[in-house]
Each structure stands twice: as C-alpha cells, then as structure tokens.
C-alpha cells in the first residue's frame, strides 16, 4: 500500500453509537493531520499530530476524540455525535518541518449521523 | 471569517478554452498558497503552488497568478480539457506552517 489509506470510506452511525475512523500512511511522514469538510464549507482543519504528539486541537467538541499511536496510524475515535457531525472527514500526513510542502491527503471517511 | 474565498462555486467552459479560477484572501501573513484538485470519492491532490515572492508558476498547462496588493490569486488552466473537471480548492498557509487554510472551492466542468 502507499500514500495516506482512510477505512472506512462509508459510514453511517446513529447518535448513541461509538465507532473510530482509522488513517495510516506509508509515507514515512511524522506529521498528521484531521480535517473535516462539511456541505458548502471549506474544509477545517481538527487536529495536528507531530511525531505522535498532539500540536493543535481547533476548538474541537470533546465528542472527537484523536489518537496517535505512532507516526504512521492516526484515530479518530467518535461517540454521541449529532446529525451535523455528517461530513467527509480527510486525513492528511505531511514530513515536519517542511511546511505545507508534500501534504498528502487520503480519500476520506464520508460519515453520515442518523 | 473566512480567511480564503473562493466565491465562485462553479464554472463552466469548453473544451480546448481557458479556465480561470479565482480564489481572494484576507489574511497578509499567508506567504504560500496552494491549489489542490479533488474529484469524488477521492482526496484532494495538489496541483500547483506560489510562495509569495512570486507573481507567477507555470507547470504545463496550469498557471498560478498570485497579486499581493489586491489579496487575489488565480488558476489558468490552458487548453481545458474534460479530465479537468473537478473540485479546485485553494489553500494558504503562513510562517512555514503545517496548516493549510482552505477556501469552499469551485466547481470546474469542461464540456466536450
């Protein structure tokens, strides 16, 4: 596998359930990043993870929950999210200290709250 | 408040003529700004770049415009073609930062 791989790419959840999204990269990045695009909004970004340590958390509901076991898998864990929670949810990885330069995406979670 | 614009949501052109897609922003500290392209069910894929002490990077068929006294920046795209069409985001970042700020993006369709 290569780049940045997002499981799963569909789905639907109600609002009392838990899931997790999942992002690993075989890049051999050391920096990861959430994002979130909602309809008609630009895509926001979450979460930054820099060699496995959280460096930013954009004013995120606590009902998000990040986990970055190590520089290669990144989580997203989630749990009574509301219906505007419903989103295309894109992970991204990146080599620290290079800026924006070589920021890869996955092809995203489209997370749909019922 | 936004910080990158992309007030167009759509446009529509033919194949074989000039795309251009604009994209403002309102923040002077960004000094790189980027453009990515994304078509569904896929992520977004970067497509050209402009640091700030440029005016202009060409890469094929695509060029970026970048005026700074007016905060605007631009996508040519020349000739267009069918496989162009996509969602086109444009995104900024500042200091040499990790984050990228995005604008809604705009919505390219090349007729045959």
């Known amino acids: 596998e290569t780049g940045v791989t997002q499981t799963p790419r569909h789905l639907v959840m109600g609002m009392t359930n838990k899931k997790s999204l999942k992002c690993e990269q075989h890049l051999g990045h050391n920096a990861m990043y959430w994002y979130k695009q909602s309809a008609k909004k630009p895509l926001e970004l979450m979460f930054v993870?820099?060699?496995?340590?959280?460096?930013e958390n954009n004013s995120v509901p606590s009902r998000f929950s990040p986990e970055c076991p190590n520089s290669s898998h990144l989580f997203l864990h989630l749990h009574t999210l509301q219906p505007e929670d419903s989103a295309l949810y894109l992970c991204?990885?990146?080599?620290?200290?290079?800026?924006?330069?070589?920021?890869?995406f996955g092809s995203g979670t489209r997370l749909t709250v019922v | 408040d936004q910080q990158v614009k992309q007030n167009s949501p759509s446009l529509s052109v033919q194949e074989g003529r000039i795309s251009i897609l604009n994209c403002d922003y309102t923040n002077s500290m960004f000094d790189y700004f980027l453009w990515y392209k994304k078509y569904p069910a896929e992520g977004p894929t970067f497509l050209i770049s402009?640091?700030?002490?440029?005016d202009k990077n060409e890469d094929g068929r695509f060029t970026v415009f970048l005026n700074k006294s007016a905060k605007h920046l631009s996508l040519h795209i020349v000739p267009s073609q069918p496989g162009d069409s996509a969602v086109y985001f444009c995104?900024?970042?500042?200091?040499?930062?990790?984050?990228?700020?995005f604008g809604k993006g705009t919505k390219l369709t090349v007729n045959p």
């Open positions: 402009i640091s700030s002490i440029k």
């Open positions: 993870y820099n060699f496995k340590e959280q460096t």
């Open positions: 995104a900024a970042s500042k200091g040499g930062s990790e984050k990228l700020v």
């Open positions: 991204a990885s990146s080599q620290s200290g290079t800026g924006v330069y070589g920021y890869t």
